[in-house]
């Protein structure tokens, strides 16, 4: 099978089909500028069908047997072993990943759909006592119906698998909404797994179409129930106001200025570790991740031999095709982002940063660029850098470490090194983020644990316990045994 020519359409009500619109979305190679595949976008029409057919699918689904659904999974996971090779090299091609990046994101989709086929047995029911003699107080959890789910480029078949195998796992039905940019690892390929793996037709559809086409019809249309979206910040407010003015609930999973911070407790074995994690916390899969750590806090007591151990270590990653084993950085997504990198770059040296590490920009192939001595005003140390720059700041003590690393709207991720695992606790408490973790990187994903921010960050969580909060809904069903007396 070629992904790319053969999975590069609409997947409504179970046929490949291409949409109405009237122009099309072209797919890139975006290291080599390859045309992969022509999509022509979806209209509201089909948005329409693909929520309707996915309303008529789900209510038989929802009653179906748990223990029934729950063998879909275990197709789909097999059947992601068997083509994991495949399933790298389109990755490898849509996305600029490295083949580390790619065979890291195909692993970690494989631990979330093991989660899922549990998760089809998960709900509980609950029965509560009652003030009321002779009354049963029944609670059920159950699916919500239909969710939209909205996915990123960055970690699309990942990201996307988070959403859509837990939501079918509860009983749930699901339209995709891949980003334009990986139309065939978050969309098409997902949908191919589902159909081969025998889920029945209708309860998983793909649209690809862009917001100047359809504008809010995704969002707005009264079947969905849930919008899970991830992506930017500023996409993300949008998202979730739509969807509260039409008494929808948003999971939001949003952008990111996580810190690593650096304690002062380190002997040499503690730097060169704390090095080793923030070059990955920065530089995985081109920095191009919400959890990246856009700043590395390290305390004046440490700072140099931290800062000559890390600036070796970043100036000898190698930049180019991320076909070859060697690579580490591979292409930014596309030309706007490298174009945006070097802007910001230089706009940080003019207002006074001073560069330890400066990349070239080749075409999308954006080398690492280290800076330092930026102030703590500038606009720079507030958002999200979604690409290989990262910025070195030093700090005195533990309280200006904690000011700083909360100096930011964003809330998503986080790190700290030291060599007393309780005094990294207790500091990564004080940290206003959703997760935090202690002597390792600031990218980090599980099934069970619960995955979100705060702030600007996002809203809600996913994972485990949280995903089933996320995609059910409860309904309170009592019984009277006896006979209330009524007042009148």
């Known amino acids: 099978m070629s992904y790319f ?28 500028g390859e045309k992969l595949a022509a999509i022509t976008i979806a209209t509201v029409r089909e948005i329409d069908e693909a929520y309707r057919a996915a309303e008529r699918a789900q209510r038989a689904w929802a009653a179906t047997n748990p ?23 389109a990755i490898i091609d849509e996305l600029g990943g490295t083949r580390l990046k790619a065979v890291y994101e195909v692993s970690a989709a494989q631990e979330f759909l093991r989660e899922a086929i549990q998760l089809s047995l998960r709900p509980e029911g609950r029965i509560l006592p009652s003030p009321v003699d002779g009354k049963e107080n ?20 990942l990201v996307t698998i988070k959403s859509v195998a837990p939501a079918l796992a509860l009983g749930n039905a699901v339209v995709i909404k891949p980003n334009q940019n990986a139309p065939v690892v978050g969309g098409g390929l997902i949908a191919k797994l589902f159909e081969d793996a025998e889920l029945p037709a209708g309860l998983l559809n793909v649209v690809v179409t862009d917001i100047a086409e359809v504008g809010d019809a995704l969002i707005e249309h009264p079947v969905p129930k849930v919008i899970s979206f991830a992506g930017s910040d500023r996409v993300g407010r949008h998202v979730g106001a739509v969807a509260g003015g039409n008494f929808k609930r948003a999971i939001l999973e949003l952008s990111g200025n996580s810190a690593l911070v650096v304690l002062d407790d380190l002997d040499e074995t503690g730097l060169d570790y704390a090095v080793d994690a923030a070059v990955v916390s920065r530089f995985v899969y081109q920095g191009q991740v919400c959890m990246a750590a856009n700043r590395i806090l390290v305390d004046r007591n440490v700072e140099q031999r931290f800062t000559e151990k890390f600036v070796a270590k970043v100036a000898s990653l190698r930049t180019g095709d991320p076909r070859d084993p060697e690579t ?8 706007f982002q490298a174009d945006a990198l070097t802007a910001l770059v230089d706009q940080a040296l003019a207002e006074g940063a001073t560069a330890l590490v400066r990349g070239r920009t080749r075409g999308n192939l954006v080398e690492p ?65 959703g997760m935090m ?21 996002g809203l809600g969580r996913l994972n485990g316990d949280s995903t089933v909060e996320a995609f059910t809904t409860q309904k309170w069903i009592s019984v009277q045994h006896g006979r209330t007396a009524f007042p009148f």
């Open 328 to 335: 580490q950085i591979g292409p930014v997504i596309n030309t």
């Open 369 to 433: 660029t280290v800076l330092a001595g930026l102030d703590e005003n500038s606009a720079l140390m507030q958002q999200e850098i979604f690409g290989p720059v990262v910025l070195l700041i030093p700090f005195d003590g533990e309280e200006e470490a904690v000011r700083l690393a909360n100096n930011t709207p964003y809330g998503l991720s986080g790190a700290v090194h030291t060599s007393n695992v309780e005094r990294g606790v207790a500091f990564a408490k004080r940290i206003v983020t």
């Open 5 to 32: 020519t053969d999975l590069a359409h609409q997947y409504i009500d179970g046929e490949w089909r291409t949409g109405s619109g009237s122009w099309d979305i072209i797919d890139f190679n975006p290291y080599n």
């Open 138 to 157: 029944r609670v059920y959890r159950l699916p919500v119906g239909v969710i939209g789910v909205i996915s990123p480029f960055n970690f699309p078949f």
């Open 67 to 89: 223990y029934t659904r729950r063998r879909v999974f275990e197709r789909v996971l097999r059947l992601v072993e068997e083509r994991k090779d495949d399933i790298i090299e």
């Open 437 to 457: 973790h202690v002597n390792d990187s600031t990218v980090q994903d599980e099934p069970l644990v619960a995955f979100g921010g705060e702030k600007f960050s």
